[in-house]
């Protein structure tokens, strides 16, 4: 006879097994980072009845398939009885491919162990409800913090239409993004004018965040004062080009620029970098799409720039699931007061430039009273050497 204790403690080792094959799949999705988009991030393992692992699956839009798919054909006759590890919610609609579930009932797959349902409101408890109704064991729930995590660009867009906007800054501890500027003082070709706030360690994570991106999104004066060129330098592979976003009303952006000459001349509806801007700068317009720069038109608001909102609609249409914003003070003003910004990611270095003149991490429409303020929550904390930085969320991209 099996005692209490005996079954709690096998109890015990089922779910730190499960964990650890979930950990597994979890990893297997983010082998598709910039590889999936616009479609989600799902890794699946199948495990057979005697405890081996069977196969494995990524999904990867130009692959088509689906992890679970991939899983099942690496698996063959070994699925038959066994359990499905998955990030996400098996699909069970008709999409770019047949539904899941009925590949996976099909394959005699026992019992499926899932993270979270799928963000999608049309579709979301669909095909695990498909599942349980054809005999499989389906629980729900374990490790959903991470997964919510890795797939929340996708949930902001699948639910909104529009992309996951992240701000990111590099600033001081007094919270100070540049010295202060100097007329005489030139940066050197892709530098920051003033140098680096922060160390290469935090520098490289940039990069890594760049990576996970569809677009990033500056203004025009950060183009002027730094030259740079904005790119994805990781050095993973991405399904498309990191796309390259410019804020500026008039048309400033050099001809001369790096970031314009590095425009790969295929027609501006391919290229990589587009601009925003507002109406009475068509002389300017065909010049940079003369050069292979999409450029769009929006009729100004009240400010006179293009209205954000309508910026973030218009990345949305074009498949963009997240966009990372590494503007300077105005944009960042701007992004904050609009209310567009989901999550920060603010990296500090351990300085301090203690001046007035210094350029502040946001400037423009200030929140006038603090139960205005946004306020970030589910903080995290991250070190990158002598840096650390602040990642926190000011709206739940879950939220309908």
Aim: aromatic residues 6%.
């Amino acid at each position: 006879m099996v005692s209490s204790h005996d079954l709690y403690l096998s109890q015990m080792a089922d779910h730190s097994t499960d964990e650890q094959f979930l950990h597994h799949a979890l990893n297997l999705a983010r082998q598709g980072m910039a590889l999936a988009s616009p479609n989600p991030y799902v890794g699946a393992l199948i495990i057979d009845p005697q405890g081996k692992i069977a196969g494995t699956g990524v999904y990867t839009y130009d692959g088509v398939k689906h992890a679970e798919l991939l899983a099942l054909e690496q698996a063959g006759d070994k699925a038959r009885g066994g359990t499905l590890y998955i990030n996400l919610e098996p699909h069970s609609h008709q999409g770019r491919t047949p539904p899941c579930t009925d590949a996976l009932i099909a394959a005699g797959i026992h019992r499926v162990v899932a993270s979270m349902p799928d963000p999608n409101p049309k579709v979301s408890g669909r095909g695990f409800e498909k599942l349980r109704t054809a005999g499989v064991h389906v629980e729900v729930g374990r490790s959903e913090a991470e997964a919510h995590r890795l797939n929340e660009a996708f949930a902001r867009y699948i639910r909104h239409g529009v992309p996951l906007v992240t701000l990111k800054s590099a600033m001081t501890l007094d919270g100070k993004i540049a010295p202060p500027p100097r007329a005489e003082s030139k940066s050197a070709v892709g530098i920051p004018a003033g140098g680096w706030i922060t160390g290469e360690a935090a520098r490289a994570h940039v990069h890594e965040q760049r990576h996970q991106s569809d677009a990033i999104m500056v203004g025009v004066g950060t183009i002027l004062a730094d030259d740079p060129l904005l790119t994805d330098r990781s050095g993973h592979p991405r399904r498309r080009p990191l796309l390259r976003v410019i804020l500026d009303s008039h048309l400033r952006l050099p001809l001369e620029s790096r970031l314009v000459q590095s425009v790969a001349n295929e027609g501006s509806f391919n290229s990589d970098v587009l601009i925003f801007c507002s109406s009475g700068v068509e002389k300017k317009k065909r010049e940079l799409e003369a050069r292979g720069v999409r450029v769009e038109q929006f009729p100004p608001a009240t400010d006179g720039r293009p209205d954000i909102h309508s910026i973030l609609r218009c990345l949305g249409q074009l498949e963009l699931t997240s966009v990372m914003i590494e503007g300077g003070a105005t944009v960042n003003g701007t992004a904050l007061a609009s209310g567009i910004v989901d999550k920060v990611f603010l990296y500090y270095a351990p300085k301090i430039f203690a001046s007035e003149s210094s350029v502040p991490f946001a400037t423009g429409a200030s929140f006038r009273h603090m139960d205005e303020a946004p306020l970030v929550n589910h903080l995290r904390w991250h070190r990158f050497a002598n840096d650390f930085a602040v990642e926190g969320y000011l709206r739940n991209p879950y939220e309908e």
